[in-house]
């Protein structure tokens, strides 16, 4: 089949969901996806923060290949090697004390709410329930994680959604203050906002987050699904700004593409949870724990978190000349290599010219254009990357 003929089935068969661009992607290698037609794109999208070791990558593979010929998946009615191995390796990188495997971001965020309204139930009885969350924030599509999501658009037309939360400004402790309470078991946050257009937290943000949680026996939970594993240039971003949570949430690069959630938690929560109180029957299975132990050790032996600083520089110094450059660059901002350039007039175009030019880039907001390239992207990547943006925003000032 070509390209034409795999779309044309697509859409008759693929409930449409998501917009996407006119090409099909085959295959991948390191940095660079390859379509059907032999289009190669250099790619700074990372399968949406999800390929931190990019593709094909040689110990995934192998420990992919090797685990599943063993064991894939026996349920979590039984013990096995590689989970517990996988939550040795991250409580002795982390402040965690326990860890909980799920299969994607929203099951964690799901799970994090579970357990913090069960801790405080457990230990403050009654009407110890609302949650705080942000504006702007993402942190998922089912109800729990829909709920404690900031942004209307992702909401409207799915209601009711779960009472006891209270969405209140991102970044701005004063708006905390005025609605925290000891009613309140949990604030959520993203150290970094990813979908909402990449802003980071101010550093004295979640520090202040971290004394009013404390002042009012409230649990931190961090979500970590975007910015953790390395991104911010630290192996998590709570590390990046040293503000320690309650619970942390992990999910897009945990396992090298497949599917898979983690909550890291501190044992004064973890003491609140018993068996029987939460579950999932894929949830840290043989295969995918295999195969993030391999991603998270690699991560760790090759201080990749350390190569995402200097990367991060670089980009970070090369994009900065943009705003004086291109009028419709507004402003860059990021942490790490979760960079944003806002522009002033829609990202969708700019995008698909980029995609012609071979470059992968995504949106974050209409008039966002995200970058969130694989943690092994190198100077040449950053130069390549650079100039295809260049050519675009000067074509873009042309046709203006
Ligand atoms: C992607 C994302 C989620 C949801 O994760 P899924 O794996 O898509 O369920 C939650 N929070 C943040 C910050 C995310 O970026």
């Given at each position: 089949m070509d390209t034409k003929e795999i779309i044309a089935e697509e859409q008759k068969y693929i409930l449409s969901t998501y917009k996407r661009p006119s090409f099909v992607l085959e295959r991948g290698e390191g940095m660079y996806l390859f379509d059907l037609e032999g289009n190669k794109y250099l790619d700074f999208v990372g399968g949406l923060a999800v390929n931190a070791l990019g593709y094909g990558d040689k110990e995934v593979l192998a420990a992919l290949n090797s685990q599943a010929e063993k064991l894939i998946h026996c349920s979590n009615l039984f013990h096995s090697i590689p989970g517990v191995k996988l939550a040795k390796l991250l409580i002795e990188n982390s402040f965690a004390e326990k860890v909980f495997f799920c299969n994607s971001g929203t099951e964690a965020i799901e799970g994090a709410l579970k357990f913090a309204r069960k801790w405080a139930s457990k230990n403050h009885g009654e009407g110890k329930q609302e949650i705080i969350a942000f504006e702007n924030s993402f942190h998922g599509r089912s109800y729990g994680a829909l709920s404690?999501?900031?942004?209307?658009?992702?909401?409207?037309?799915?209601e009711p959604l779960l009472p006891g939360f209270r969405h209140v400004k991102y970044n701005d402790l004063s708006a905390v203050k005025a609605v925290i309470s000891p009613k309140v078991c949990?604030?959520?946050?993203e150290p970094v906002q990813g979908e909402?257009?990449?802003?980071?937290?101010?550093?004295?943000?979640?520090?202040?987050l971290r004394q009013l949680c404390d002042?009012?026996?409230?649990?931190l939970i961090f979500d970590e699904i975007q910015c953790g594993l390395g991104r911010t240039g630290?192996?998590?971003?709570?590390?990046t700004y040293g503000v320690v949570p309650d619970l942390l949430t992990l999910a897009k690069p945990l396992a090298g593409g497949l599917p898979m959630g983690a909550i890291l938690l501190n044992n004064k929560v973890a003491e609140a949870i018993q068996p029987g109180d939460h579950g999932a029957t894929f949830g840290g299975n043989p295969l995918v724990c295999q195969v993030a132990l391999t991603v998270l050790n690699k991560l760790i032996?090759?201080?990749?978190?350390?190569?995402?600083?200097k990367m991060?520089?670089?980009?970070?110094?090369?994009?900065?000349?943009?705003?004086?450059?291109?009028?419709i660059v507004e402003e860059v901002r990021g942490l790490g290599l979760m960079i944003a350039l806002q522009l002033t007039v829609p990202s969708a175009p700019c995008i698909e010219a980029c995609a012609k030019r071979g470059l992968l880039v995504c949106k974050a907001g209409d008039q966002v254009l995200r970058l969130l390239p694989p943690l092994i992207v190198q100077e040449e990547h950053i130069d390549q990357a650079v100039a295809i943006l260049g050519e675009v925003f000067d074509k873009q000032l042309d046709s203006n």
């Open positions: 404690a999501t900031g942004q209307p658009k992702y909401q409207r037309g799915f949990a604030v959520l946050v909402g257009g990449i802003f980071p937290a101010k550093p004295e943000f979640l520090a202040g002042q009012n026996q409230a649990l630290n192996l998590f971003a709570y590390q032996r090759d201080q990749i978190p350390q190569k995402v600083q991060s520089s670089s980009l970070l110094s090369k994009l900065e000349q943009f705003p004086q450059k291109y009028s």
